[in-house]
């Protein structure tokens, strides 16, 4: 029932700009945190960023300072700004939430199918 939709992914250049665009839709009691992974070809997924429900955010070294996560007005919306693009940027990009279906239950992970990004001249 729960579903996360990514939007916004492309061909961009180097030193480029995107924004990428997640949707959670279903019944969800509550939002403990939503985020954002990638993977590329060869490579384990790895964290980009994510941010919590208080609004405290966290950002993978890789991309602190070029990335931006944040949440929409609606609280089943975040977002990613993504700046300075360089090649190894280049990956399929995941939204991923948090989130509390029954409030009798604990928290369970959710992932979208994904976008893909890609950074070359």
């Known amino acids: 029932q729960v579903q996360l939709v990514e939007s916004g992914g492309g061909l961009v250049q180097p030193g480029g700009s995107l924004r990428l665009s997640c949707a959670a839709s279903g019944s969800i009691f509550s939002i403990d945190a939503m985020g954002w992974y990638r993977q590329s070809p060869g490579k384990q997924r790895e964290l980009v960023a994510v941010?919590?429900?208080?609004?405290?955010?966290n950002y993978a070294d890789s991309v602190k300072g070029r990335f931006t996560i944040s949440r929409g007005n609606a609280e089943n919306m975040v977002y990613l700004q993504l700046s300075s693009l360089k090649p190894e940027d280049t990956a399929v990009y995941y939204c991923y939430g948090l989130f509390v279906i029954r409030a009798t239950m604990p928290p369970m992970s959710y992932w979208g199918t994904g976008t893909q990004v890609t950074v070359s001249s």
């Open positions: 941010i919590i429900s208080g609004g405290s955010t």
